[in-house]
């Protein structure tokens, strides 16, 4: 009976021993003997007990990396505090397992060398705006080294630079002094626009007033020449209705009469305007003066 019962419990420890079940996005380095045999899959896998043993156990998922902070030389001989985190995966378990010692410390402290390294050829202003670069240059040179350890280092993010307090003062110093330079520049800028505009605008009004005054000119010149020629057409229009009306049937007598009362009418006027009054030598040969002035009518005509 404590024989069936000694077999029993060893067949259950030998099932144990023997059956592994690895989780997924896991990989298991199984050594037979001390040396290598195999790398377990996701799943249920079968190993040989007290012969093959579970050496080392991997995650393969992408894991995030913490980057200690620490304090980098710039080209200009500025200290930078720098601070990151590291992403990487393991791609590749037997060699992550015999490659290093340990792959994290490892990866840890060449990123740190060669954050160093990247940041001790730039100056600090080109710090800033090369984040990008330093980044990708990080991540070059650890996946170049970390191929060897079974680890596919995925990318680096800088996660805070600090100059030290002077550095940041006199840096805030020249940005405020930049946007004043700009707001003076924009300012000026803004002046000489206005003073472009006011002149544009006072030209274009001259050539508008100028412009103005011409048509004017010209609509006034028209204006008189065409006042001067309806003149000139109603005093032709006058006196072709006088010639008409001469030429009628008792013109002649019209014009004599009126010619008559015009020459009374101007001794009269004489004799208002003035102290003196000239009269004819003959006051009873008016008619034939009447007649005089007809006959220089006739001639006329």
Known sequence: MEIAIFILLAAVIFVIKAVKVVPQQY?????????????????????????????YKHMLKEVPLDV??????????????????????????????YGTSNYVVAITQLAQTTLR??????????????????????VAALDEAASSWGVKVLRYEIKDLTPPKEILHAMQAQITAEREKRALIAASEGRKQEQINIATGE??????????EKQA??????????????VADANAQAIRMVAQA???PGGMNAVNLKVAEKYVEAFANVAKEGNTL???GNMAEMGSM????????????
């Open 27 to 55: 990989a298991l380095v199984v050594e037979r003997l001390g040396k290598y045999h195999s790398t377990l899959a996701p799943g249920l896998n079968i190993v040989v007990p007290f012969i093959d043993r579970v050496a």
């Open 68 to 97: 200690p902070s620490q304090i980098c030389i710039t080209r200009d001989n500025t200290q930078l505090q720098v601070d990151g985190i590291l992403y990487f995966q393991v791609t590749e378990p037997k060699l992550a397992s």
């Open 117 to 138: 390294s990247v940041i001790g050829k730039m100056e600090l202003d080109k710090t800033f705006e090369e984040r990008e670069h330093i980044n990708s240059a990080v």
């Open 203 to 212: 030209r274009e009004a001259f050539i508008q007033r100028s412009e103005g």
């Open 217 to 230: 000119a010209i609509n006034n010149a028209q204006g008189q020449a065409e006042a001067i020629k309806a």
């Open 246 to 248: 001469i030429e009628s």
């Open 278 to 280: 000239i009269l004819p």
């Open 290 to 301: 009447v007649a005089a002035a007809m006959s220089v009518v006739k001639a006329q005509k």
